[in-house]
């Protein structure tokens, strides 16, 4: 059995209570705020929904003192992900937390070392891996459906909607790149998982409807090995109207073919297909399933600390790029 702990639920915290019909090896053991107001909505839904009433806790601290979990979900304030995360692999707690793991580069570096130096799993929240879609595609690629891949293409689209209050501060919240465009980094590493030689981006707050200093557009373009490029664009600009909150998609051109994720299908053209409907998709499991069967010794191999800790230091690296309008050079 494993006791799980959630602390907040500021962005994908839900993707805990919802794998929970096929984990009764899990028991929430508590839950808490990680910050004064924090909502923790689709959580308590999602409790009520299964007929669980885990203790609530007034803090992280005192609830791992208290509970003593075998996992803690860390969710709350983008910026309290390092001190948490660091805090409970020091207590040899598993952590599963949303990205980006810390918002400064040394911050990511005392992590990683955090992660090494203790008997716990650390992974990100890099949900889109265990998209049926993304991982259709990524089936198919690895397949030789497109061939050898060439140039890579990503968006990921939102609506700004309301926000909690810190994202109006970057000292919380950490930026565009880090907390939206980091999901099109990993569309492109899961589906080309080679290495990123440089990044050039360029972020705007301009339009961001009173956001404070909250970016609400973004582009990266990367070289990658093999003189393969990839482009990532990132905003907050869709429609309140819009049938869904987000609008995800890939292309990934090869010298055979070129497949597409798009309103959660994949579409492929090649010497087979034509490209006018859909492919099949295929069963996966749920990322914290697959956290949870990884602690057990039999997970896919999707995701680790390594894919976890790279995803978010190319995103802070991109930031940097945008900030300063230089090239970054990711292997220095």
Known sequence: MFRVCIAGNSGHAATVTRALPRLPQVEIAGWCHAWDGEPMTEVLEDFAKLGLTPPEFPDWRTMMDAAKPDVLVVDGLFS???????EALARGIHVYCDKPLALTLAGLARVEAAAKASSAVLWAM??????????????????????SVRLLTAQKSYRLGQRAPFFRHREQHGGLIPW???HGIDFIRYLYPQAVHTIFAHHSAQANSGYGDLEVTAQLMMTMADGVSAQVSADYLRPANAATHGDDRVRAAGTDGVIEVRGDQ????????????PVPLRECPMIFED???????????????????????????ARESADTGMLVQTDR
């Open 180 to 182: 939206v465009a980091i």
């Open 126 to 147: 890099q949900t889109a891996r265990y998209d049926p879609w993304f991982y259709t595609a990524k089936a198919l690629i690895e397949e030789g459906a497109i061939g």
């Open 266 to 277: 994949v579409w492929l053209i090649n010497a087979q297909n034509d490209g006018s409907v």
């Open 291 to 317: 956290f949870i069967h990884t602690l057990e010794g039999h997970g896919t191999g999707a995701l680790d600390l390594a894919e976890s800790i790279a995803d978010s230091r190319l995103a802070l690296l």
């Open 80 to 86: 309290d992900h390092e001190e948490m995360t660091c």
